[in-house]
């Protein structure tokens, strides 16, 4: 059978796989690893310090979908979990200023911690081999020199606005070895957590732990992973001169090339399958648009943390020590 | 970083396994050919992928998961074969494929990436 999925008019067609034994009686559809070795496929597009993008091939939907998941909810990164709030006389909440401090990603390469045992005492749960200390210690003063004839906040006032990297790191016991070349940071340091006025501090301190995005978003790893599958576009009949320019406007720039006054698909991969050449009834039955069901097309923005690649791969990881694990476990009755 | 640790397979073998993370439900048939497992802490992630390659399997009639509440951590699986295995091999050699898989996958891409030959940039 076609691995393409029909998309046509008002309905998709040919939607779920059937590469499974018994589905056809001329093709031998059960597992190999050796087929799967030579048949799968991996195409890096590009790949920088945030984000990454990468091709699938010859893989299952199952498969691919269970890492997007895992990327975002199951891979571990620290993130401020418990704030201790001594003072904080500024206008935002403390409850507000907590959850906005939780939700600034932290450099820190998720390895060098451990999990905290929930089980354990408050007193003895946080260590320096588990636990990040982060402290904040603000207060808003008059500049007594501002530029005449301002009235920007930033001029007339010392500390007005309280970002992210004010957040300073605090080595405790055996970090202050381990983290000695690469101190804790904000990914992004210009994130803005509250404004002061003349008067007003904050001071506090935060704990960040390990965590995992399924039980807060602020523990996952990535802003975004995603996936979509490649566009196919077939043109079943030559759309020439000006039928053929018009045909190419109906797709992103890039995707139909025209060449001897005929229109050719250039880069499918650029397409959005928006689906618009099917509005026009002068190209009916001249085109057949379509996604190749096994190829995908992964996108992973990283919030900083970890490269985008490592991301990856602990996806990948995860699913093994998943199956690993439950191969393990006694089958209770 | 990214660099698989030689002894962390040595681990597995000696951490503890959860004796109630799976258990198998009322309903199985007595030769042990067709039975619902449940797995506690599980969802779609492995549910669905789990099901794909036990499917593959030419021994296996049917396998089917579900999630019979949202608010519960609970997965099923059904697994039935044509009786030359039971269900509970039939898991386990899902299990097994699925590990295999992921090595490969984890290869593969480690061959890419230290090959080379893609941007560094946003295009």
Known sequence: MSNIVGIEYNRVTNTTS??????????DHSWDIEKFKDNFEINISHLTERTANFDLINI???VANAFRRIMISEVPSVAAESVYIFNNTSVIQDEVLAHRIGLIPLKVDPDLLSWVDPAQDEKEKFTDENTIVLSLDIACTKNPHPPAGSTDPKDLYRNAHVYARD???EPQ???VDLFKNNPVVPTDPDILIAKLRPGQEISLRAHCILGIGSDHAKFSPVSTASYRLM???KITEPITGELAKRFQKCFPSGVIGIENDTAFVKDARKDTVSREVLRHEEFNGKVKLG????HFIFNVESTGAMPPEEIFFKSVRVLKNKADYLRNCPIGQ | MSEVDPNAMDEVSEQEFDADKIKLLPGSSEDGTAATFQIIDEDHTLGNTLRYVIMKNPEVEFCGYSIPHPSENKMNIRIQTYGNISSVEALHQGLDNLSELC???ETKFSEKILAGGYLAEEP
Do not use: M
């Open chain 1, 18 to 27: 059937t590469d499974f034994p018994g589905h056809s009686s001329n093709e």
């Open chain 1, 60 to 62: 299952d939907t199952s």
């Open chain 1, 167 to 169: 957040l300073k790191f």
């Open chain 1, 173 to 175: 016991g055996r970090q």
């Open chain 1, 231 to 233: 566009p196919d576009i």
């Open chain 1, 291 to 294: 996604r190749i069901r096994d």
């Open chain 2, 103 to 105: 090595t490969v996958i």
